[in-house]
């Protein structure tokens, strides 16, 4: 077990995999060192997204780790286990695990895991809705990690809480923290975190109107994921370019990028990729769309990245692009609430999120939470459609009074 920071700070995984198996297959050994090779074997099943493996091993050998007191496998394990609730969508069993983590943690000083159990309980407080108290939370975990100059876990927690920002489009703090993180995994040469950044950072960039600097990063996300064989974040990268090729006017070959997608992500273990267009969004029939996925499926991994890059070259170029008509939307005052009206006239009027928050004296969590109920009432997926939107009624008023 001695060798486990060198397997997963270094991927060796399947070294230590191989390793791993073949000292638990041993008859002769301690409970209490089974129970944390175990734990150390779930951890790099999780690493390698098998995670049924992972669920298997790390239950199994939690009891295990109990009985011989040793904590911080227990830890490790826990925080393991929790990860996975969440991915099952078994949020009691993760509540219940983080708060024997957080307490546990807490009562032997092991604040790296602490950190953790705080990142997953945000992830946890986003997915259920509490935005502002999964920002709380990603925050005190900041504040522990930079304490101990953890850098990688830092980085790792600004990945998170990127995302959570990102989801409720506030693209002024998903900006500001997966900038941060890409520094950070650029000077550890954190590969697959930094193929996350980069690709985080492009969509964000693409959401803010910078179309030629989305694709430069999403190419070099999808470019480092590939040049060091991760399959994972070949998946991904490719159904991001997907998403925005779609949106840009390129569907068949959106459709058959996520088709690429979802087989080379389900050879390494991922959940099936989401369908790249919205009902009605491209004038072609659904037989031809579907076609046009199936081909992308039988697509090997050298082809699709090729065919990726040849969408992003052509997604640079620009072009004449049909501004968003937002007026098929209600007006403001049928749609929105009181707040939620004074966000969308700032929207309109060019205001980010912070500059929003100081106006109203609310939190910028609070508009975010306001924006991303804004585009779900009216359908919009940017601040651009809620600001023409805005900009439209506001003209429309004016000519007729």
């Known amino acids: ?35 944390r090779a175990m734990v150390r074997r779930a951890e790099l099943a999780w690493a390698q997204n098998d995670f049924r493996l992972a669920r298997k ?34 949020h009691e069993s993760a509540q219940d695990r983080l708060s024997e983590t957080l307490k546990l943690a807490r009562e ?11 990142c997953a309980r945000g992830a946890l407080t986003a997915r259920e809705g509490d935005f502002p108290g999964a920002d709380v939370l990603y925050g005190t975990a900041l504040l522990i990690l930079r304490g101990i100059d953890h850098r990688w876990g830092v980085g790792a ?28 995994q650029r000077d550890i040469s954190a590969v697959p975190e ?36 991760q399959r994972a974040g070949v998946a991904q990268a490719l159904a991001t370019i997907a998403r925005l090729a779609a949106h840009d006017g390129f569907p068949e070959g959106a459709c058959r990028l996520a088709g690429a997608a979802s087989a080379i992500g389900e050879s390494a273990g991922l959940p099936a990729s989401s369908w790249p267009l919205r009902d009605g969004e491209s004038g072609s029939d659904p037989k031809t769309l579907s076609s046009w996925w199936a081909e ?21 170029v620009p072009r004449p692009r049909t501004p ?19 966000v969308a006239q700032l929207i309109g009027g060019g205001k980010s999120n912070r500059e929003i928050a100081e106006a109203l004296f609310i939190t910028p969590a609070t508009v975010a939470r306001h924006v991303a109920n804004i585009n779900r009432k009216t359908g919009f997926n940017s601040r651009k459609q809620i600001a023409a939107w805005i900009d439209d009624h506001q003209n429309g008023e004016s000519v007729s009074s």
């Open 296 to 316: 992308g499926r039988a697509l090997g991994l050298d082809e699709a990245v090729a065919m990726a890059l040849r969408i992003t070259e052509a997604g640079r």
């Open 194 to 229: 930094l193929a996350r950044c980069l690709a985080g950072v492009g969509r964000v960039a693409h959401a803010q109107g910078a179309v030629t600097q989305a694709y430069d990063y999403l190419s070099e996300s999808l470019l480092l994921s590939h040049s060091t064989g």
């Open 324 to 342: 968003p008509a937002p007026v098929t939307a209600p007006p403001p005052e049928e749609t929105l609430t009181p707040r939620e009206q004074e």
């Open 1 to 35: 077990m001695g060798l486990r920071a060198f397997w997963v700070s270094g991927r060796h995984f399947s070294e230590g995999s191989h390793w791993s198996d073949l000292f638990l297959r041993m008859d002769r050994t301690d409970q209490g060192l089974r129970g």
């Open 157 to 184: 927690t600004l990945i998170g809480h990127a995302s959570v920002a990102e989801s409720q489009s506030d693209l002024d703090v998903a900006d500001r923290c997966y900038r941060e993180a890409l520094d950070i």
């Open 108 to 118: 032997s000083g092991d604040l790296w895991n602490e950190a953790l159990a705080l």
């Open 57 to 90: 091993i790390g239950e199994e050998g939690l009891p295990w780790c109990r009985t011989a007191g040793d904590t911080e496998s227990v830890l490790l394990t826990l925080n393991l286990l929790t990860m996975m609730d969440i991915r099952d969508n078994d």
